[in-house]
Every structure is written in structure tokens, then in C-alpha cells.
């Protein structure tokens, strides 16, 4: 299959999970408190519960793209979705509601890292940054056109679309692994071998450059996630505008990504990526700072503009930030132990994804402008901390390689995924790292963290 066969097949399974998705995530906790009959209060607990417990999915989702590659952990994470899915039309209480929501919690928690160690395999140099702009600006894309569908289902019946929406996602998860499955992947030459069995989070852990990339992420996954949290409360709340011009500022953003980054990454490609990262997080401050300075406007046009204009500032953030970062990651990670530093990467989201509405609300309940500020100053310090380290991560990482790119993996006599050789040495794909280290994408309701795994799949 030519390069641009797999990008097809592989970006076709992206925008079809994220239609699917984009039909169920705005209605997860409405159906099953139309299924089950129970409270919404105690439909989100079960669902937070099961998001939390299926964390323990990420570890081992490591340990099986280092074991038996990227590709089948991502069609055994689509598959085990669709099984729940089609499971859904028969929960009608909260042991059942439990168990299913768990086994999609699974398969949501293995999707991040596992997708992007394959994007590692089928796409080297600055091919894989594009890849991975393209795979997000049409996963939005996707998620508004699911968004559209289950609205004009549930104009129909609401009974039966309900039904319809769950099994329609399911159906999107299979043909979405099929699609997946069907994607060659060349193993390493010479038939290398993975990381020995028990020693590859160990070598993560020894992978002090990367634990600090991953740690100087959380402020900006805090930051991703005012979006879902917080903004709605501090525009309505605080700002007293009316809830409508919430979902426009949502439409700013989804579409901006949609549109752009594309674009955005072509360009962004010319330049480190540690750099680009790091502007972005930048950007994030400022709009953060602009949400505070608003909070002291008295009303009007002024504060309308001003609150459009921060969102955009807040789209140009993410678009400068999101793709990048994770080429940035993936190819940080040794190719031996990939799978095991992304899954360590994706706590890095998971956490804040869980950890946000909590932290966030008691934020905005305390000061709002404080609120904003305290975000500033996170996403600074990550912005500034990736500056900092950008000379102990790999080079190949920091910027893609001017050799020729490939969007179809590895063959034989190639150089490896990293654009250097085909074979990373214990520890790292470099001989020059610093000592004692080497070279280095839930939620309290169920539904915030949903919103950051779909976006960031990051």
C-alpha cells in the first residue's frame, strides 16, 4: 500500500470514530438516566467511578504496543467499545450501567498511546507532525458532524433514536478497526526485539527528560480544560452573558481547529518543535490573562469582543501547542519502549482530565480573575520548562530530520522511525545523554475528560 493509501485508510478511521463519538458524548449522561431511571447526579458518580478504576488500563497499554504493536492494541481498543456499545441498549441499572462504562473506559484509556506510537510506525520526519495535525483538524470535524446527527435523530423519537445513536457508534468502532487492521505495518529490521519483559518502566523511569516533558504538560492540560470547565460558568456566572454565547465561543474553537491546523503545522514544521510548543503555551497565558482583565470590564461590546477575542487567542494557543506536542513526544519516546513513555505521557492528561472540575470550580469559587491568573502562571512555567530542556531531549525529536519523509513505516535498510537509525539502544537513541538519564498525548462528571481524550488524541 503507497504512503498515501495508509494516511487515507488510517485518517478514514479517525474522522468515522470521531462521528460516532461525536453522536454519543454530548448524551452520555442523558441516555443512561433514560435508560436506567436513575438520578443524573448518580449516573455521573458511576461513570466517574469506572473512568477513575479504568486508569489502570494505561500501564498496561504500554506493555502491550511494546509487545505486540501499536496497530492491534488500537483495533482491540476500538473493538472493546464497540462491544459495550452494543451492550448499552440492555443496562437498566447501575451494576450493568458500571461494567459497561468500565469496559469503554478501557478501551478510551489504551486509544492515546496507542494511536500515536502507530503514527510513530507508519510516518516518520515531519510527515508525522502533518499526520497528526490532520488527524486532529478532521477528528473536530468529525465530532460537529456527530453532534448534527444525533440532533436531527433525536427530533424524531427520542426513544428509539437513543437506541439508534449507541448502536450507530458501535458500528463506527468496528468498521473503524477494520479499517486499522488493514494498515501494513513493517516491523523493525532484523527482527529487533522489544524491551525486555519487566525492565521497560524502568527505563522510563531512568528517562528523566522525558518525565519532565511529561510533568511540565500537566499546567497546560489544566489549561486545556477551561474550555469544558470553566468557561461556561465564568461567562454566564461571572460575565452575566447569556448561555447561547457559550456555545458560539465552543464553535470559535472547534472550527478554528478544524480549519487551521492543517495549515498551521505545515508551517510550524520549518521550526523546532520545542519552540513551537512552548509559543503556544505562551499564547494560552495570554488568553488567560485577557479572561481576567474582562472580569473588571463593564459590559457592552467591549466585553463581548474581548471575550471572542481571548478565545481566539486561546484557538491560536492550541493550534500552535496541540499537534506539535505530540510529534514532539512520539518522537521522544526510544522506539523500544514507546509504548510504555506514551502511556507515562498520557497521565499527563488523564490526570488533569479527572482532577479539573474539582480543581478548577474550587478555583473559580474562591477568585475568578485568581482563577485565571494561577492558570497563567502554570502554562508559563511549562512554556518556560520546555525551553529549558529542549537541550537534553533528542534532536531528531526537537526538529524534524531533513531526510526523506515516509507516511508508510520502515522497510528494510531504512533509517527508523526517528529519522536516525533503524534501532534505538537501551535507554535512548542517542549516545550523547546526560548521565543517569536518556533521551527523551475521567472526569468528575464523565464528560470533560471525554471532551480532552477526543481533542487530544491529542
Known sequence: ???????????????????????????????????????????????????????????????????????????GGYLLRAAAFACYPLVDSAGPLFLAVLVVAFGDVSFSPSVHSLVAEIASGSARDRLIAAQRSLRNAGLGVGGLLAGAALTVRADRAFTVIVLTSAVAFTVAAGLIRAIPVHRRPGGTPRATPGRGYRLVARNRPFLALTLLNVPT????????????????????????????????????????????????????????????????GLSFVSFAVLGATAGGAVLLAGVFAATALFTVGELLHGATASALVVNAAPEQTRGRHLAVYQLSWAVP???????????????????????????????????????????????????????DGPTPGDTGPHGGPATDPPGGPTATDPPGGVPAAGSSDGRAADLVRVRESH
Open 1 to 75: 500500500m503507497t504512503g498515501r493509501g495508509v494516511q487515507a485508510r488510517y485518517m478514514a478511521a479517525m474522522v468515522i470514530d470521531a462521528t460516532g463519538s461525536g453522536m454519543y458524548l454530548p448524551l452520555s449522561l442523558i441516555y443512561f438516566q433514560h435508560s436506567t431511571g436513575l438520578s443524573v447526579g448518580r449516573v455521573g458518580a458511576i461513570v466517574s467511578a469506572a473512568a477513575v478504576l479504568g486508569l489502570i488500563a494505561n500501564p498496561l497499554t504500554g506493555v502491550l504496543v511494546d509487545r505486540f504493536g501499536a496497530r492491534a492494541v488500537v483495533v
Open 221 to 284: 492540560a489544566f489549561g486545556y480544560m477551561v474550555l469544558a470547565v470553566s468557561l461556561p460558568v465564568y461567562v454566564t456566572l461571572h460575565l452575566g452573558q447569556p448561555a447561547s454565547l457559550v456555545g458560539a465561543l465552543y464553535a470559535v474553537n472547534t472550527i478554528g481547529i478544524a480549519v487551521a491546523q492543517i495549515p498551521v503545522t505545515r508551517v510550524l514544521t520549518r521550526f523546532r518543535r520545542s519552540r513551537a510548543v512552548a509559543a503556544g503555551a505562551g499564547v494560552f
Open 353 to 407: 482530565g479527572a482532577l479539573a472540575p474539582a480543581v478548577l470550580t474550587a478555583l473559580l469559587s474562591l477568585s475568578p480573575t485568581g482563577m485565571w491568573l494561577v492558570l497563567a502562571a502554570g502554562v508559563t512555567v511549562s512554556a518556560l520548562g520546555v525551553l529549558r530542556l529542549e537541550p537534553h531531549l533528542p534532536p531528531v525529536a526537537v526538529r524534524a530530520p531533513s531526510t526523506p519523509e515516509t507516511t
